[in-house]
């Protein structure tokens, strides 16, 4: 018996980490848009199962830093993961899929200074290999005052080869208040997708 092809699926994801955010398929509408600002013009709301102050964690991922790939290749396991949950995977720039690294959870530490929060590390429980770790924090205010737009920002940069942890890394463009409660989405190149939920002490 011939085997079906598998169907065509594009593939959201963030253009530093290769962490895969959403799905579409083209069986039906192969000659559709494929450029993230006919797909996901606003960027893709990010939630997870955790809760602070009663509130669900959700972070926004701007359109600027995604692209959509096309699903070329994945082991057929793999495959079924990431339509069952897009953000379980990760994909490379020629297009295949895999699984992220398990384990190594990371751990983010805010520090105030001058009143303000304006610089953050970041570990994990492992060195990074040799070539370093790309990594991309996007913090989103979980309670804004009403009216308000919640405070975001989003911040690159790298764990250097060796390492388990990069300190200081300052939070630009813009610091952030203490005694807000913020909910984070942490992409460490290889690894998977983590949530946390803090309140920035002063």
């Not at 359109?63 to 079924?80: G, M, T």
């Not at 990760?90 to 610089?119: E, Q, R």
């Not at 764990?159 to 300052?170: D, Q, W």
């Amino acid at each position: 018996m011939a085997t079906r092809p598998s169907k065509p699926l594009l593939l959201i994801s963030l253009k530093d980490t290769g962490h895969i955010l959403g799905l579409l398929s083209r069986e039906g509408d192969s000659t559709g848009p494929r450029d993230i600002g006919a797909l996901a013009p606003t960027g893709v709301k990010l939630r997870a199962p955790l809760k602070l102050g009663g509130t669900q964690a959700a972070v926004t991922v701007p359109a600027a830093i995604l692209e959509v790939k096309l699903l070329d290749s994945a082991n057929p396991l793999v495959r079924e993961q990431i339509i069952r949950c897009p953000a379980s995977g990760i994909v490379a720039s020629d297009g295949t899929a895999s699984n992220p690294v398990a384990g190594d959870k990371p751990t983010v530490t805010f520090h105030p200074h001058a009143g303000v929060i304006d610089t953050f590390d970041l570990a994990l429980t492992a060195p990074a290999p040799s070539k370093g770790l790309r990594f991309l924090l996007a913090i989103e205010e979980a309670a804004p005052v009403a009216n308000r737009a919640p405070e975001r920002r989003i911040v690159k940069g790298e764990i250097p080869a060796g390492t388990p942890s990069v300190l200081g890394v300052p939070i630009d463009p813009a610091s952030l208040q203490p005694g807000i409660d913020i909910h984070l989405a942490v992409f460490i190149e290889g690894r998977a997708l983590a949530f946390d939920s803090q309140t920035l002490l002063p």
